[in-house]
């Protein structure tokens, strides 16, 4: 600018010169004018600079402003953790004396019950006086009846024969006699005769069918109760032999007469077996046009809700469990049952499955959004509306709980319910009867408080914090014991047991769950649910500690595993609320089983169940056992409790092995026995070269196992409880089972020990009327597996000298099937040989 202004003063000057004005003057003038402005941009410099200086200055003071409200926010923030861990330590101190004044109450309720069981002891002991005298009087009835035992056994083997014999023909002519039950329609009768016919619908739907005196004999009593319940109720207990073809024998009179059916089976395998084969073969046969339903429990569910959340936590233990849930993703998009059993890629036994499934106590009811695409109530429509629903037992005694509750039943109102393998339903019927609480529930709640808290109110508490409160509470309580795979009553732990502390930090926990939960409850479904599940734990907790300890007809008891703890409260008998739950509706109750009686008496199992032992029927095998097998009772193996028992037993199997060539199942009583007689049979495999694969329970599933056995031909299956019933293996490939020892329940079951002890009060026999019953059953599905068709055969071989020594032993023996016997190692291994040749 000062530049352009220089320029024109020149020509400003030039001009003057030719105006004739004094050139100095011109030049002064401009002077004067460029020094005015060069003040001017000097000014306006000096004025930029000035504002330069003010804004730094407005800068570094909003910086200290900052610092300063930087510093009084950590100071509160200090301040209110100080404040926070204050009452942390006092919620602390009140927890510390809320457990101490519980820890007060609990040992004043036993030093109040100690002193009741003082004030009682006379009459136990004058009671201990009286039991001592009838066991010594019983003693002594025992020394007699073993001696009249002893003279017995020394009788010709030719009158033994001829008593074998004319109990065999009585069995056959009891099996072929002709009987019309009372009640039985006439019409009904001929119907059923026809239908067994040998040209009838049956013969000519099924190859190599032929008609049983048994099966028919059956038939007509199951249709009989079916006319019966019509107007009243009527119960039939029915004990089939093994290949009687009791199935046919009752879902022909169930299809045809029985209206609205329950089958209720023992296991999901005879379930799925009774669905897919059985129904409709016969529903075929008989052109019925029935419609049929299976339902199980909502564990073999897939659960829309619980699928979505393990699909989007993303968080699985392992890459196989990722590739698992690929597969059920896929799965649920095409099934329309839902049901596990079909997808075969997944286990049913996989960890990922209870992931992706719902429990009665986790599951959102109609308030779940996939509440109308629901596999469960799927299942539950088709069964209300179907002629004939198949469940398996703890279905219906769940079905049976929740109408107690007043909650919707599962299974729709029946005239007829059949359960087949009734020999289980005492052993159902309890657990569902009674209450049992696990760790693992609680584990369970804080998994679902953590994901649920997080996803539906994650600014309401730290989830992640009272969930691992909550677990560690439930791990607490099984630090408690230093043992493991034990069985204890309540009543047997010291006062100052850690178990009693260890629970009450677990309610504690609970309680405070229970105050943060209902303050978020309505803002979520799920968290609700949580609620409900908190508060029904915590009664439980309680209810196990406080009121159900005074029971008398109940136990409470303590069940300790590797990694959780069970609480159970057990029902010493089942058979008053079996009873009041029959009593509702009139209808026809059928319970069948090839292991009822105790050599023809239904004393027990009917007394186990309420229920009315007049009428039964026990229809036999018709396989002919005398040929077919034999009974095997080794020398020389001292009882059970000797301390050479397990050598001696070896040294007798070892020789039957070798001569049946494998192909045995060996069944034992406890795991121990197991593991010692897999261990052996591993090192003598390698001594003589045996060419036997050995299959022991626990190292495959069950179905794996069973599946190799039979596919090898000549294995050894060594296997506890899961083996002795329920399993079903046709041919040459089992010619043999061998029984360690007399199958009676463990003497140190807390609820055995109860029901004995409420026995004795009742001044009845514990080992008469209860354990010996018991066992008998059971040895009676255990010799079960070996004969499975009429071309089998096959040693059973019980390495149990009672059987033979004691008083009792003749009982057992007489109410397995009339099989050939013999004490002679020789006789077997010829046995075997002629086997080999036919």
Known sequence: MIEDYLTSTAGFI?????????????????????????????????????ALDYGYAFEQHHCYSRFFVNYCLNKTRAKMHDDSAALRQEQLALDREWRTLRAQQYAEHLAQRRAQEAA??????????????????????????????????????????????????????????????????????????????????????????????????????????????????????????????????????????????IISTGTKHLQDQLFARDIPMVREALAAPVSVAMLKGRANYICHHYLQRAVSSGRLPSPQDMAQLRDIIRFAKITQSGDKAELASVPEEAPVWGLVTSTRENCLGQECSHYKECFVMRARREAQQADMVVVNHHLFFADIMLRDSGAAELLPSANTVIFDEAHQLPATATLFFGDAISTSQFLELARDITAEGLQSARDAADWVDLGAMLGQAARDVRLAFETQNAKFPLAQLAPD??????????????????????????????????????????????????????????????????????????????????????????????????????????????????????????????????????????????????????????????PVLEAAGGRAFVLCTTLRAVNQIAQRLRAVSHTRTWNFPLLVQGEASRGELLERFQHAGNAILVGSQSFWEGVDVRGAALSLVIIDKLPFAPPDDPVLAARLALLEKQGLSPFVDYQLPQAVIALKQGAGRLIRAETDRGVLMICDSRLIDKPYGRRIWQSLPAFKRTRDLSEVQAFFDEAKQV
């Open 120 to 261: 009682s002891w006379p009459q136990r002991k004058a009671q201990e006086r009286r039991n001592q005298a009838r066991y010594q009087a019983k003693q002594a009835d025992h020394r007699h009846k073993l001696e009249q035992a002893r003279l017995r056994s020394a009788r010709s083997a030719q009158q033994v024969a001829r008593y074998d014999a004319k109990q065999q023909a009585v069995k056959r002519r009891q099996a072929a006699r002709s009987v019309q039950p009372s009640g039985l329609d006439a019409q009904h009768n001929a119907q059923l005769e026809i239908l067994f016919a040998t040209d009838g619908p049956l013969a000519r739907k099924l190859a190599g069918y032929r008609p049983r005196a048994a099966q028919l004999a059956m038939a007509r009593a199951v249709a009989a109760t079916i006319d019966t319940g019509a107007h009243s109720d009527s119960t039939l207990l029915v004990e089939a032999g093994t290949g009687t073809g009791k199935t046919f024998a009752y879902l022909i009179p169930a299809i045809l007469w029985g209206g609205k059916v």
């Open 497 to 654: 047991h850690p178990l009693f502390e260890a629970l009450a930090d677990l309610m504690a926990q609970l309680a405070t769950l229970m105050v943060t939960l209902a303050a978020q409850a309505e803002r979520a479904e799920p968290l609700l649910a949580c609620l409900r599940r908190t508060r029904e734990l915590h009664d439980a907790l309680e209810y196990f500690q406080t009121t159900a300890p005074a029971q008398t007809d109940q136990v409470c008891w303590i069940e300790v595993f590797s990694h959780s703890v069970q609480l159970h409260i057990t029902p010493l008998s089942i058979a008053a609320i079996f009873e009041k739950q029959r009593a509702d509706t009139p209808r026809a109750w059928i319970f069948t089983s090839a292991t009822l009686s105790v050599k023809g008496d239904f004393k027990h199992y009917a007394a186990q169940m309420g229920l009315d032992a007049e009428r039964s029927m026990s229809l036999p095998s018709p396989f002919d056992y005398a040929q077919q097998a034999l009974l095997y009772v080794p020398q020389r193996v001292p009882p059970p409790a000797a301390p050479d028992f397990i050598d001696a037993l070896w040294e007798a199997v070892l």
């Open 14 to 50: 030039a001009v003057g010169n030719r105006h004739g004005t004094d050139a100095s003057t011109v030049r002064a003038r401009a002077d004067t004018d460029v020094q005015a402005m060069l003040d001017a941009r000097q000014a306006a410099l000096d004025e930029r600079a000035a």
